[in-house]
């Protein structure tokens, strides 16, 4: 078929093109469908850009030329450059593809991995390299009271390398980027835009596909993700924090730039359409984890992981607004946005449970010997660590706590003065309202040891422990402030002595002055009969005091000497005096061995087994009198 | 929005009614009336959507916008159901049979209606794709002159369209023919290439054994009219709101390509002698009925739009394999008028498929604020029964 006559077209030229066209057909061709152009040579492939471009010309001069020939041949030949060109598009799509897959691999371990960190070892590997495996990293202590202390996860990021800023990769040399910007181009001003669009998403997207199984990315469902044990779900937290920063700092990032450079001549709006084609439902993939988190159900022990949680993705913001900029990509940066302040609520709203489990907080059964709750120590731990993630929770926390009120006469709730804690940060009335709510359920506690002694004891023991821990936080003590302990320090002293009110009153009572002289004479007017019996009853309780209060326990070094010491001030004088006093009495009677049985040595050597919390026998204390 | 529209004034009525009413006795005979009114309501929107045309390519029955309105419905339904449970929920009732067993039972049908919404998003990026696909099939077809370049173009993409409509069918035809042929590398003497993309790319977004049939399965678990003594008041309102819930999910299901729908119950448990139910059982009826019969053939999803596009498709997949230049006059216009209606649905699904992303995702949203506000009801009432110590 011959063209129309025109002076700017070189039939020579438009036929050898169509030639070439022809030759690499794949739907004619064996030979054509065998090899791909683009990986045969150069030359090959210069010719046949060079082809395409011929046919190109002459289409839009047929065009042109529509109007001075005969409208019926023009349309023949039009109709006969068309097909031409759609046979050449389809080769040239299938040259893309094909220049696509071969260099569309996972991005390789070097470049999501630092080699040289200390922690990328064996066992690390492993989990990035199992999607199903469980991680048996942590221990699985379910029971509430055992706290796992493991928030110091920031190390665990320098197995990846550093993630800290958006890294763009050169994903392709420099010769497939080229060679694709040639076909693209082409492709492009021959309306083909749009298949040039699909064949690049379904390509790339199988890529992140791969990368995001090497770095661990699941599909996870929401129910999935309920059903899940808290343990197991904290390690997927810590992969997917690792994982997001990659993906968003240098997966997706490469990406844009490649699709940048690629559609380079092309327009904006052509590299963006790419870009979301490509990585839109990867992106909702990733965000879907950290979404089902956001929206488990609350409970104590999450809230570190929370946290964790919700500052790796406020840290990614900037980078996932900078990555995706484009209008079409809103719907991306609004859901990550939603979940922070779904983290955010989350993590308030674990306070808030927090606060309520620890007043509600029912085990009734008294610890032995008076010693430091579990209760004690988990909460203390609880804010020890809180006070760790201060940063975080003093932007999160804005509200103060719900306190019962003094007024409303309700016995279930203590209250708080808020007056005296002016200044306060929401947050650190959080605190102070915890260690208040704390106190107050032990002091219901305290209510079910028979002994109230032993009741005192266990108050000053457990606020004795919220001083020291407050103290050992430099954090939680600017917090919690100086006043506050004051009046905690205030209240285990006042429970000491109220310990010792509630048990040496009566003891001491034996070796007081009054009610031993017969009326009138002071001489020598002693009563023999009350004397013995004041030794006997001192013996006696002294005896049952020590066996009993030996087995209790003050877990604090100090303090266990301090009050000992305090014990021994009144009580070793006040005894010593009354033997000095009154011995001569009992000796010049019969039996006085039942009646002193202990000298001052051994009343001092039984105090060193008070709150030891070891049983010791009467036996013992009457051996060393002999 | 029209759900709290909806919910201000619903709830405006019913406060002013109780405040009105004695405490004791009239309590219950405002809560049965109350629910008596929600019914109606309810049995009136969805005879709305009962009535759509079935051919009206604007708002026929399954369309993206009746799909919309669908959702509208469920909406404002949920916000009037929540506001009543928890308006009339108190701590002894909650930690007695049934409401004991029947909450938490919501909540964990809510977090598979939130699996499914999330599932409905990724398949209506598949529709998405298919709309790419039938655009390109389009503007080939529009090419003046058309000839065979042109008639190769189109259907190419349109055989890639139904093989992206037939996604999840593993006994399609279509289907294995592609897999059989495709490989990924180019060596190996390969020769039939796929003509579009390959399938690993389109493959879901979701876990792996994750099953829409077996989700909406477990949703209807349990799901029974409360009887006796129990058949009015806050047992006969959940009952409603499971019913809802598992309704619109199933019919989402239906519509949309989601993974794995073999096996798709058709039976919902909808009562079928009560007043208040038939049109709700009606537009279950219809949409079974059609669920059945497009089954057996394997298609992608009811959503009008689609089944348009299949059966357009399928016609100029015809008309562009027997076309040869200059072609046929009058084969030239039926398909000039096919591909105006193929255009047609294509401009459908420009226009409502992101409206409809976005509705899908105020609904997930909407479910996991009433799913918080049932969770801190629990808690408040776990708070007020425990002994304080």
Same mark, same amino acid.
């Given at each position: 078929m011959e063209l129309p006559? /025109? $002076? /700017?077209?070189?039939n020579n030229g438009y036929e050898s093109a169509e030639k070439i066209i022809l030759r690499w057909d794949s739907t004619a061709s064996e030979e054509a469908r065998e090899k791909m152009i683009f990986e045969t040579d150069r030359h090959e492939a210069d010719l046949y850009l060079h082809a395409v471009d011929e046919i190109q010309r002459s289409l839009s001069n047929a065009s042109i030329s529509n109007t001075t020939t005969a409208a019926a041949v023009a349309v023949d030949d039009q109709t006969k450059v068309n097909s031409t060109i759609q046979i050449a598009m389809a080769r040239l799509e299938d040259e893309f593809r094909n220049i696509l897959m071969t260099h569309s691999s996972a991005l390789e371990a070097d470049s999501l991995f630092d $080699? =040289? !960190? !200390? =922690?990328?070892s064996a066992s690390s590997h492993h989990e990035l390299e199992d999607d199903d495996a469980v991680n048996n990293e942590d221990s699985s202590h379910g029971d509430l009271l055992q706290l796992q202390l493991q928030h110091c996860e920031s190390s665990d990021s320098s197995t990846f390398r550093s993630t800290s800023s958006i890294r763009e990769l050169d994903l392709m040399p420099g010769e497939a980027i080229s060679d694709l910007q040639a076909i693209a181009t082409r492709m492009i001003s021959s309306g083909y835009l749009r298949e040039c669009i699909q064949v690049y998403g379904s390509v790339r997207k199988s890529a992140i596909d791969s990368s995001f199984r090497k770095l661990g990315i699941e599909k996870l469902s929401i129910g999935d993700i309920q059903r899940l044990e808290w343990e197991a779900l904290e390690s997927k937290i810590r992969r997917w924090i690792r994982a997001a920063k990659v993906c968003i700092r240098i997966l997706f990032s490469s990406e844009k730039k490649l699709c940048e450079q690629i559609f380079e001549c092309v327009g904006t709006d052509i590299d963006d359409a790419c870009f979301m084609e490509t990585v839109k439902g990867p992106a909702i993939q990733l965000f879907n984890f950290a979404e089902a988190i956001s929206i488990s159900r609350r409970s104590p022990e999450k809230l570190f992981k929370i946290l964790d949680l919700h500052d790796a993705l406020m840290d990614l913001l900037p980078d996932i607004e900078a990555v995706f900029d484009s209008k079409s990509s809103e719907s991306i940066r609004v859901q990550a946005a939603e979940i922070l302040s779904r983290l955010a609520e989350a993590a308030r709203g674990i306070l808030s449970e927090f606060e309520s489990a620890i007043l509600r907080e029912p085990s009734r059964v008294p610890v032995p010997g008076g010693t430091i709750h579990p209760l004690t120590r988990y909460v203390m731990n609880y804010i020890s660590l809180i006070s760790d993630y201060k940063q975080t929770l003093i932007e999160l926390i804005m509200s103060k706590p719900s306190t019962g009120s003094r007024y409303s006469g309700d016995q279930s709730t203590p209250d708080m003065e808020f007056a005296e804690l002016e200044g306060k940060t929401p947050l650190a009335l959080h605190l102070i309202w915890i260690i208040v709510v704390l106190q107050f359920n032990l002091e219901g506690k305290s209510k079910h040891y028979r002994d109230a002694s032993l009741a005192h004891l266990f108050i000053m023991n457990n606020v004795h422990y919220i001083v020291q821990k407050v103290k050992g936080s430099p954090e939680l003590r600017e917090m919690i402030g100086d006043d506050y302990l004051r009046k905690l320090t205030g209240k285990f002293r006042q429970a000491a002595t109220s310990y010792q009110r509630a048990t040496w009153v009566s003891v001491l009572y034996c070796l007081r002055d009054e009610g031993l002289h017969v009326s009138g004479s002071f001489s020598s007017g002693v009563s023999k009969s009350a004397l013995r019996e004041r030794f006997k009853t001192f013996n006696a309780m002294f005896e049952e005091v020590h066996r009993t209060q030996a087995t209790w326990l003050i877990p604090d070094t100090q303090l266990r000497e301090e009050l000992r010491i305090s014990i021994s001030e009144k009580c070793i004088p006040a005894y010593r005096s009354f033997l000095g006093r009154f011995r001569s009495h009992i000796e010049s009677g019969r039996h006085p061995e039942n009646y002193i049985k202990y000298s001052v040595e051994d009343l001092e050597t039984a105090m060193l087994d008070f709150f030891e919390g070891y049983p010791v026998s009467h036996q013992h204390l009457r051996r060393r009198s002999q | 929005m029209t759900g709290t529209d909806n919910q201000s004034s619903f709830l405006g009525r019913i406060s002013i009614r109780r405040n009105q009413v004695n405490a004791m006795d009239g309590s219950h005979e405002q809560e049965i009336e109350d629910l008596d009114v929600f019914q109606k309501q309810v049995s009136d929107r969805f005879a709305d959507l009962l009535s759509a045309p079935d051919d009206s390519p604007a708002d026929a029955f399954l369309s993206i916008s009746w799909i919309r309105k669908l959702l509208d419905v469920f909406l404002s339904c949920e916000a009037e159901s929540k506001g009543m449970l928890l308006m009339g929920c108190d701590a002894a009732q909650i930690s007695k049979s049934p409401l004991d067993r029947l909450i938490p039972e919501i909540l964990d049908r809510v977090v598979k209606a939130l699996d499914i919404c999330n599932a409905v998003a990724n398949g209506l990026e598949l529709v998405r794709h298919c709309q790419r696909l039938a655009e390109i099939a389009v503007l080939a077809l529009e090419q003046k002159p058309f000839g065979e370049g042109p008639a190769r173009r189109a259907k190419k993409a349109l055989v890639s369209l139904m093989l992206a409509m037939h996604l999840d069918d593993k006994e399609s035809s279509v289907q294995k023919t592609t897999e059989r042929s495709w490989s990924f590398g180019r060596r190996g003497g390969n020769k039939d290439r796929p003509p579009f993309g390959h399938y690993k790319s389109l493959s879901w977004q979701v876990a792996k054994n994750w099953s829409a049939a077996k989700q909406i399965h477990a949703m209807t678990m349990n799901v029974v009219p409360p009887r006796g003594p129990e058949a009015s008041g806050l047992p006969s309102l959940v009952f409603i709101m499971n019913l809802i819930m598992v309704f619109v999910m199933w019919v989402l299901i239906t519509a949309i390509p989601c993974q794995e729908r073999n096996g798709l119950t058709t039976h919902l448990p909808i009562p079928k002698n009560v007043n208040w139910t038939q049109s709700l059982a009606g537009l279950h009826d219809k949409i079974g009925d059609e669920w059945k019969k497009k089954e057996k053939k394997g298609m992608a999803g009811l959503l009008f739009e689609l089944q348009k596009m299949e059966k357009l498709g399928q016609s100029l997949i015809e008309f562009t394999d027997s076309f040869q230049y200059p072609g046929e006059k009058d084969k030239a216009e039926e398909a000039a008028k096919q591909v105006a209606e193929l255009a047609e649905v294509c401009r459908r699904m420009e226009e409502g498929l992101v409206p409809l992303q976005m509705l899908t995702r105020e609904v997930f949203h909407r479910l996991v604020k009433s799913r918080n506000e049932i969770l801190d009801l629990l808690d408040q009432t776990a708070k007020s029964s425990s002994p304080v110590v």
């Open positions: 006559e /025109n $002076p /700017n077209k070189d $080699p =040289s !960190s !200390s =922690s990328f | -």
